[in-house]
């Protein structure tokens, strides 16, 4: 009795198509083989998250003791890979991650890399009978006391709700954990007001931005601190992200430092009631898309995207967005008096 498939040809030419072409496989294979190394990832950590989006071979070096011909090696198997370019200015060397690639590590980065850590804390909770958990949720619930004295026109369910679910949102990407409960407090009083805005639109408000970009750690992060920096309390500002980062690009950072705003930067998760509450909402070129709902002004700001630029380019888009902002502030506050530049 046979026992080939009947329909074996059939068969295959479906799997075929949907499987990848064995050349593009073989490809891929020795991409993954090439970043499939400790020291390596870590040296493609720094060069993508380095000022100017480059290192030097002399920083990439002191990521661990071992010989430069080992360094050397490393580094010669990324570039083979097509992963990483070099150029030599003077007697050093520096690299950075390849145009192609860069959105294939900035993936790496924020989505492998945080979910093993997270697999990697939830084993360890398990051993040790998670005692972290049952910190946190001590921690949490001290949070939940706090916001239901803060927003008492609020059902009491719905604030532990909120809390709850604004920490699993954040915890699913934070990159450093032990700022998760603080960043949750921030967060869930956000969404909140948000919530007690919508529900009591009668009530005079200050009028409230919601700028949106998909990872929600470049560029609307400059622009809702800048825009809170010009207005303060006088206009209510939010950002968000429909697939928010582990963290804000390490390019935006030394400007939200300088606008005095680093504190306060952290990716959100796009919600609902962000876009609700919210007067104008405003998309940053980055094809994100918002609930549309009456009454609400949407634009979209086609602004470049400060992770993949240059220090120079940083600076055009953080001046750009500067510009773009006091517009807004000009149409929503014209008695407002703003400085003459940003510096």
């Known amino acids: ?86 150029a030599r200015r003077g007697t050093w060397v520096y690299y950075r991650v390849a145009e192609d690639f860069v959105p294939t590590v900035r993936a790496l980065m924020e989505t492998l890399v945080p979910a093993v850590s997270h697999r990697g804390a939830a084993t360890e909770d398990d051993a040790r009978g998670v005692p972290e958990l049952e910190n946190v949720d001590r921690a949490l619930a001290k949070v939940e006391k706090d916001l239901i004295g803060r927003f008492p026109e609020l059902d009491r369910g719905t604030v532990e709700r909120v809390v709850r679910e604004s920490h699993a949102a954040l915890s699913r990407r934070a990159a450093i954990k032990q700022h998760l409960v603080p960043l949750t407090r921030h967060f869930a009083r956000q969404r909140l007001a948000d919530l007690r805005k919508v529900a009591s639109p009668d009530v005079e408000h200050a009028p409230q931005v919601l700028f949106v970009c998909v990872q929600n750690a470049g560029r609307s992060q400059l622009a809702a601190a800048l825009l809170h920096r010009y207005a303060g309390d006088l206009v209510t500002v939010r950002s968000a992200g429909s697939m928010p980062a582990a963290s804000v690009h390490a390019a935006v950072r030394p400007h939200l430092d300088a606008i005095g705003a680093a504190d306060a930067a952290f990716p959100k998760p796009l919600t609902d009631d962000a876009v609700r509450a919210s007067d104008v909402v405003i998309t940053m070129g980055c094809g994100d898309v918002c609930p549309i709902y009456p009454g609400t002004r949407y634009e979209d700001w086609q602004v470049g995207d400060p992770a993949v630029a240059s220090a120079a380019g940083v600076e055009a888009i953080v001046d750009d967005i500067d510009a773009r902002v006091r517009g807004l502030l000009g149409e929503l506050l014209p008695d407002l008096e703003l400085p003459a530049t940003r510096r």
């Open 1 to 86: 009795m046979s026992t080939t498939h009947p329909d074996r040809e059939t068969c295959i030419s479906s799997i075929e198509a949907h499987t990848i072409d064995p050349a593009l496989a073989d490809s891929a294979a020795a991409v993954l083989k090439a970043v499939a190394d400790p020291l390596r990832l870590r040296m493609l950590a720094l060069t993508a998250s380095a000022p100017g989006g480059e290192a030097c071979v002399c920083d990439l070096s002191e990521l661990a003791d071992v010989s430069g011909p080992t360094v050397s090696h490393h580094l010669k198997t990324l570039k083979d890979a097509g992963v990483v370019t070099s």
